[in-house]
């Protein structure tokens, strides 16, 4: 079988070209990084949970009307996915003070806000990723008036379905991140979710004890990431209760 064409690499993610044309394959790795890549480590296992876990997400939200770029799981570790223009932002929305919120406002972490906040940080590693205003993102062309309106809609969905999965699970969303990307039907523009949506990209604390259960473990060095992603998966569903993950499945090149 032919070796795959690479289209893009990440610190979490490969990405190489679908099967079909407008259609890619992402792949989870098992790196992680914090501090914008300034903390590395490999986690045995995480690119698998990351891979199931943004599934569910990705099937639910599809499942009630908000687009995203899933089409559906090909193996442990792959997704095939839509080709998508990805706008140059992420997009966070925040419930509760925690992270750079409360180092930049001086708010108590925990505090919870009077209502989802959503922020846009421009993409740029070497710039780590700084936030920026509307302003900024239409004066640079990063977006228009009508996307960020779209683009704000869009995030408050995914966290009205998020923050109520979890809470019947007894997880607390704090904040998460998503990017969003540009598809064209025709001649008419779309914006959909796309990226992926797991505990890399979400704080998820344990409502009863606070217990941190996403990538905070490893900023912070609070115990065994994949072990807190495996908490949420079972939570969820996506892995039985009793159930271990394959950390080192056969790759199909």
């Known amino acids: 079988m032919a070796r795959r064409t ?12 679908g099967p079909e044309p407008g259609t890619l394959v992402q792949y989870f790795k098992d790196d992680a990084t914090a501090f914008n890549a300034e903390k590395r480590a490999v986690i045995d296992g995480k690119g698998v949970l990351n891979n199931r876990l943004s599934e569910f997400f990705m099937s639910g939200l599809n499942a009630i009307g908000v687009p995203t770029h899933f089409i559906r799981r090909i193996n442990m570790r792959e997704q095939l996915i839509r080709a998508v223009e990805i706008i140059p932002l992420e997009v966070v929305v925040r419930n509760v003070a925690a992270g750079s919120l409360s180092k930049r406002l001086g708010i108590e972490e925990g505090t919870a806000l009077p209502r989802p906040i959503v922020e846009f940080y421009y993409k740029d590693d070497a710039l780590g990723d700084p936030l920026v205003s509307e302003e900024h993102v239409i004066a ?23 923050s109520g999965v979890m809470l019947g699970v007894g997880i607390k969303l704090v904040d998460f991140k998503i990017e969003i990307g540009r598809i064209w ?11 992926e949506i797991s505990p890399d990209s979400c704080r998820l ?25 495996t908490e949420v998966a079972k939570r969820l569903g996506v892995l039985p209760s009793n159930g271990k993950v394959m950390t080192r499945p056969t790759l199909i090149n």
């Open 6 to 17: 690479k289209v893009y690499e990440g610190k979490a993610k490969v990405l190489y070209e």
């Open 140 to 162: 640079f062309g990063w977006a228009s008036q009508q996307d960020l309106d779209d683009m704000v809609q869009l995030a408050l969905r995914v966290n009205d379905f998020l």
């Open 185 to 195: 039907e025709n001649d008419f523009q779309r914006l959909i979710i796309a990226d």
């Open 205 to 229: 604390w344990d409502m009863r004890t606070g217990e941190k259960l996403d990538k905070d473990v490893f900023r912070r060095d609070l115990g065994n990431l994949a072990d807190a992603y």
